[in-house]
């Protein structure tokens, strides 16, 4: 109830009833909630954040290291929504900042409850027509904050970048992305076209309309600095089965090239799109072997490892090898 007060107040209105639970935040740091306004007819979504430590994590990666990314990420998506959410817009739509509320032991995020837009589909499983409404919005967003130096965000953006996650590196066995995981990282934070990477743009963390012909994202706990492919790779490979990777190989970097081409002109960006393109090219296998170095150390029973990631990844480290 004291959160309840604690809205009520943010937003100088005393009608507002909380609704439901809508989930947990990983790892116990909290929850999101959905509350009411009878005054305003509307509903509204507040993520309560707790930034004490939990004694638990579902995998067992409970470490220092694990909680004080965990806490810095809560704080990078407050900058997030406080700095840089409102350049965002239609294509790339993310949910309405109404209020935050900032105290040593918790903090409160309010936000528009995108269900009353009519973005009210989660997809577990893409196909082609949602995974092309899903590109669309990277492109978009990527183009929106291109070259943008992304202060108070992450330097480097991604959960699972090599920087901040040494833990799972050392706990891998020993293979070739372990070897050459410097190099992998290295390749990546050297991009000449860096822009603000979403960080965690899985399906779970977009919210489809019910035409299925728009999106927005929620959960910018990751958002940081560094090449768009890293988001491409992550949301074809924790989105697509393998019969689907196979089926659309050839079209989903096309798909993205394509619909970042649009938004460089509907922004009015001026890049070199042949020196984009070729980077992108290059880069695109290298972010797939850097997430599969990642699962190696984290969940190598990971679902999402199978033939098309390992031989992709194995395609980014050979280009690295060929370059050097």
């Known amino acids: 109830m004291a959160h309840i007060s604690r809205i009520r107040t943010l937003l100088a209105d005393p009608s507002i009833e909380r609704v439901e639970s809508v989930q947990s935040l990983w790892s116990g740091y909290g929850e999101i909630i959905r509350c009411r306004s009878q ?25 220092n290291a694990s909680h004080n990314r965990k806490t810095h990420s809560y704080q990078v998506e407050l900058a997030f929504y406080k ?30 409850d995108l ?30 904050f291109m070259h943008c130096d992304g202060q108070t965000l992450w330097p480097i953006g991604s ?15 020993a293979s070739p992305f372990k070897t050459y995981a410097q190099d992998i990282d290295d390749a990546l934070n050297s991009a000449q076209f860096k ?4 960080g965690d743009a899985k399906f779970a963390n977009l ?13 910018f706990q990751y958002v940081g600095t560094g090449s768009g492919v890293k988001d491409l790779a992550y949301l074809v490979g924790s989105g697509l089965r393998e019969p689907q990777l196979k089926e659309y190989e050839a079209r989903i970097l096309e798909e993205y090239l394509t619909q970042i081409r ?39 029973k990971s679902w999402k490892i199978g033939p098309y990631m390992d031989a992709i990844s194995h395609q980014g480290l050979a280009s690295l090898n060929k370059k050097s």
């Open 83 to 112: 700095h840089y959410a409102a350049q965002t817009n239609e294509h790339c739509r993310v949910p309405q900042l109404l209020a935050i509320d900032e105290t040593k032991r918790n903090t409160l995020l309010v936000m528009e």
């Open 195 to 198: 822009t603000f990477v979403h």
């Open 39 to 63: 005054l305003n007819n509307r509903r509204i979504i507040v993520k309560s954040i707790n930034f004490e430590s939990p004694q638990s994590h579902p995998r067992g990666w409970n470490t």
């Open 262 to 300: 649009q938004a460089f002109a509907h922004y009015n960006k001026e890049i070199d799109f042949e020196r984009f393109e070729a980077e992108t090219r290059f880069l695109y296998p290298v972010a797939w072997a850097d997430f599969y170095r990642f699962l190696l150390g984290w969940n190598p």
């Open 159 to 173: 959960y699972w970048h090599l920087a901040t996650r040494q833990d799972e590196l050392n706990a891998m066995p």
């Open 115 to 144: 269900d009353e837009s009519g973005l009210i589909v989660r997809c577990e499983d893409a196909d082609w027509q949602t995974l092309q409404v899903a590109i669309r919005w990277l492109a978009h967003f990527h183009a929106t």
């Open 207 to 219: 919210c489809f309309h019910h035409d299925k012909q728009r999106v927005a994202a929620v959960d």
